[in-house]
């Protein structure tokens, strides 16, 4: 059975990612993308699905993780009866093929340690071929091949490979595992010590370009790496989490591929990437755009694969029991289909910020852009699947359709701001249309709140984002109104529900934990109608939230204190860094007001 959710740990070369569980099992791992099948796949079933355990034989009575720096190199220290023992891993910044390494190191005494290896290729399913090798072993299934070369004495027993050993203080083992595609040679193998210093000084080449200052820097900066890696860096696109199928509430349904990008959540990302001196990674994601959406731009997806993939077929994998019994595990989204008007909104923002960032102007990102604004006027009151791309029928949301306001207020300021060409005076009255139309349908006078949806009586925690895109101003009696009804119906032990799932909207049977990034929406909230106090509660509290290396799921449920939904998640992390920027900008704002002319 797989570790709860928050005794994970993250490794990543900036194309794929592994977890590694406080007791030292690899339990997830797909290579050679985010999105291939997994080799190890315990995560979402059993040991039998696939692992790398590398762990104490006797009993640990300590525990202490750490990433070395603002790295993803993770040192994970056992402290047993025998002694201390480190365990260093890591993926290096590929050349080729992807690599995963881990290193044994003795601190005190001398530790009994023990290495399984159970691989088990197309997600946990196939049991590969394995021979030995001058140094090592290789198995091979279909197009898949992993080189393991260690130092450690090996044997097989049950399809697995097991060995046990003893490290005393000053000792090292080393072991690499390397996919390559079967039909070719195995490459050369890596240096494990070279190769741990390269990964550590490309890490901290790139965290050095952080523009962030203030407080919170370990948080803000620890989610600035787990964004950063998770963008696939041959194309540009940014996965919106590492697994599938982690459950939104145990022993449910709603287990979805988040190994994807989404526009939305990719927009975010380059937001706040961009907002703490990430330029590059927003050229990288406009080209990604650019060629993903290539075609009519009247067929945009909300979601494709890291090369822009269009079809990403859903699919439910029986042989896999799921987390914690939580059925079924899928790959693929049916989200490619859906129709979500809001992603116009989240483009045209992201874009804007990383013009005022300074990103170089790019003629065929703007002309792309006025298509799709063209398109967007055709049928931005139309019902959609919106943000939480429900399963059941359509609806006129309110989120979306601010989000096409957004999309207009942003054209207008492109002409505005850098003199950019487009005919303003329409957008400008297609934006005032649609707040007009947004605060005559979509407000509830008998809630003093914003609605999900025109017409609706539902409160939805997205309703939050509208002083955030500065469709109303964070004081307007209508968005303190929308608040308060937020506070009043959808807060679970002071922690924001998305919606009521027992509305039946989106077509699921009810039942999901908090949301995270809507808990950070209400922090925003809080710090821009200067309830600082409030405010740095709250986020005190999500910090609390972070496991023992920062890393944040989906979701939580309060009252179990487990973290849930796929992990480590970019929403959430994305929400975290603006949160602290909000807070930051909000005392400063304060001390500003108080300091004397």
């Avoid at 429900?390 to 006129?396: N, S, V």
């Avoid at 929308?482 to 919606?499: F, K, N, P, S, W």
């Avoid at 970019?570 to 007001?593: K, P, T």
């Amino acid at each position: 059975m797989s570790e709860r959710i928050e005794e994970y740990a993250l490794l990543g070369d900036c194309q794929t990612a592994a977890l590694v569980s406080t007791r030292g099992s690899i339990d997830w791992l797909c290579l050679p993308r985010f999105d291939s099948d997994a080799c190890f796949a315990a995560l979402l079933g059993t040991a039998e699905n696939g692992r790398w355990q590398l762990t104490p034989q006797e009993e640990i009575l300590q525990v202490e993780r750490s990433y070395r720096g603002d790295s993803l190199v993770l040192d994970t220290v056992y402290q047993t009866r025998s002694g201390r023992v480190q365990v260093t891993d890591f993926m290096p910044l590929r050349s080729r093929v992807p690599d995963l390494v881990r290193i044994v190191r003795g601190l005190d005494g001398t530790v009994p340690m023990k290495m399984e290896l159970v691989v088990r290729l197309d997600m946990g399913l196939v049991i590969p071929w394995l021979r030995r090798v001058e140094d090592g072993l290789i198995t091979i299934a279909g197009p898949d091949a992993l080189h393991l070369q260690t130092d450690i004495e090996t044997h097989g027993t049950d399809h697995r490979t097991v060995a046990e050993f003893e490290i005393s203080a000053g000792e090292e083992r080393y072991s690499v595992l390397t996919w390559y595609p079967s039909h070719e040679t195995p490459p050369e193998p890596v240096d494990p010590v070279e190769s741990l210093e390269a990964t550590v000084k490309w890490w901290e080449d790139w965290s050095g370009r952080c523009t962030w200052e203030g407080e919170w820097r370990d948080a803000v900066m620890r989610s600035l790496v787990t964004l950063k890696a998770l963008t696939y860096s041959p194309t540009g696109g940014i996965t919106a989490a590492a697994t599938t199928s982690l459950p939104e509430y145990l022993g449910g349904n709603r287990n979805w591929d988040y190994r994807l990008c989404w526009l939305r959540d990719a927009a975010f990302t380059l937001h706040t990437l961009v907002s703490n001196g990430f330029t590059e990674e927003a050229c990288q994601w406009r080209d990604w755009l650019l060629r993903a959406v290539a075609g009519q731009p009247d067929m945009v997806q909300p979601v494709y694969g890291l090369a822009g993939e269009r079809r990403l077929m859903e699919l439910e994998l029986p042989w896999l029991p799921g987390y914690e019994n939580s059925q079924p595990v899928r790959t693929g989204n049916n989200a490619w289909q859906q129709k979500q008007n809001d992603v116009y909104g989240e483009i045209m923002d992201a874009l804007h910020k990383a013009r005022s960032m300074g990103l170089a102007a790019d003629g065929n990102a703007w002309s792309l852009q006025k298509k799709l604004l063209a398109d967007l006027e055709q049928f931005w009151d139309e019902p959609d699947e919106g943000v939480w791309e429900i399963r059941a029928e359509p609806q006129p949301f309110t989120y979306s359709r601010v989000m096409a306001w957004v999309a207009f207020d942003r054209a207008v300021r492109a002409v505005e701001d850098f003199g950019l060409d487009g005919p303003v005076e329409h957008w400008r009255s297609l934006r005032d249309l649609i707040h007009e139309t947004v605060c005559s349908t979509s407000y509830s006078a008998e809630k003093n709140a914003f609605t999900q949806a025109a017409g609706s009586d539902q409160l939805d925690a997205s309703l939050l984002v509208l002083p955030l895109t500065g469709f109303l101003p964070a004081t307007d009696p209508r968005v303190l109104g929308t608040v308060a009804a937020v506070e009043r119906e959808l807060l679970v032990d002071g922690y924001v529900l998305r919606y009521d799932t027992r509305s039946s909207v989106d077509g699921l049977p009810p039942g999901e934990g908090v949301f995270l990034m809507c808990t950070f929406w209400l922090v925003d909230n809080y710090a821009l109608q200067g309830r600082i106090a409030e405010a740095e509660q709250l986020f005190e509290r999500l910090l609390a939230v972070r496991n023992d290396v920062g890393l944040l799921a989906e979701e939580y449920d309060p009252r179990a204190s487990r973290l849930l939904g796929n992990f480590p998640q970019a929403f959430s992390h994305v929400s975290l860094v603006n949160s602290a920027m909000n807070l930051r900008q909000a005392r400063e704002s304060q001390r500003a007001s108080e300091s004397p002319e």
